[in-house]
T-cell receptor, first 111, second 111 residues
Framework: DGGITQSPKYLFRKEGQNVTLSCEQN?????MYWYRQDPGQGLRLIYY???????QKGDIAEGYSVSREKKESFPLTVTSAQKNPTAFYLC??????????FGPGTRLTVL | GQQLNQSPQSMFIQEGEDVSMNCTSS?????WLWYKQEPGEGPVLLIALYKAGELTSNGRLTAQFGITRKDSFLNISASIPSDVGIYFC???????????FGTGTRLKVLA
């Protein structure tokens, strides 16, 4: 079945450590996205990529980095510079005429 | 970053009641979308709207694209317990890959 895989579902890290969240899609979508969701809040865009080897900052890119070396993959690194990294992270993909499709999310807890 | 205004923020309703929620923007969109998110999961697309004035149904759900292109509405008829979740609206301009999300409406259905 086509879809988006985010792994792991739950991730724990110590403060000051970088951590990379995985996102893989087999939908053949051109664009991929990372969102952050805090408890009781909406979705805030971190980064998005319209094509391979290109990506743009979203509204809250500080403290995060991404790469898009393959169409299927868009990993997100949460760096130690991100002051409040504990959150639910959602990856999504999109290609016209289809609309944005979301993965199951990764809950990151920084201890 | 821009977020769309959704109202109400939360609703507690009895099973069998109808539900209405809306989403407004300060700018025009060419596409309006409605997503549902259940706890700990990624949002799932419910309805996509592409034309001002368009009214589209998906089972008990009906959504409308406002004629000003600055708002959209979602109605759920005869609510059932599994309607519980957070409903997000999203807007997108044609030719762009960036989605703007609403703040969400949290729905709880009492049996």
């Amino acid at each position: 079945d086509g879809g988006i895989t985010q792994s792991p579902k739950y991730l724990f890290r110590k403060e000051g450590q970088n951590v990379t969240l995985s996102c893989e899609q087999n939908l053949n979508h051109d664009a991929m996205y990372w969102y952050r969701q805090d408890p009781g809040q909406g979705l805030r865009l971190i980064y998005y990529s319209q094509i391979v080897n290109d990506f743009q900052k979203g509204d809250i890119a500080e403290g995060y980095s991404v790469s898009r070396e393959k169409k299927e993959s868009f990993p997100l690194t949460v760096t130690s510079a991100q002051k409040n990294p504990t959150a639910f992270y959602l990856c999504a993909s999109h290609s016209p005429p289809n609309e944005q499709f979301f993965g199951p999310g990764t809950r990151l807890t920084v201890l | 970053g821009q977020q769309l205004n959704q109202s109400p923020q939360s609703m507690f309703i009895q099973e069998g009641e109808d539900v209405s929620m809306n989403c407004t923007s300060s700018s025009i969109f060419n596409t309006w979308l409605w997503y549902k998110q259940e706890p700990g999961e990624g949002p799932v697309l419910l309805i996509a709207l592409y034309k001002a004035g368009e009214l589209t149904s998906n089972g008990r759900l009906t959504a409308q694209f406002g004629i000003t292109r600055k708002d959209s509405f979602l109605n759920i008829s005869a609510s059932i317990p599994s309607d519980v979740g957070i409903y997000f609206c999203a807007g997108r301009d044609s030719g762009t890959y960036k989605y703007i999300f609403g703040t969400g409406t949290r729905l709880k259905v009492l049996a």
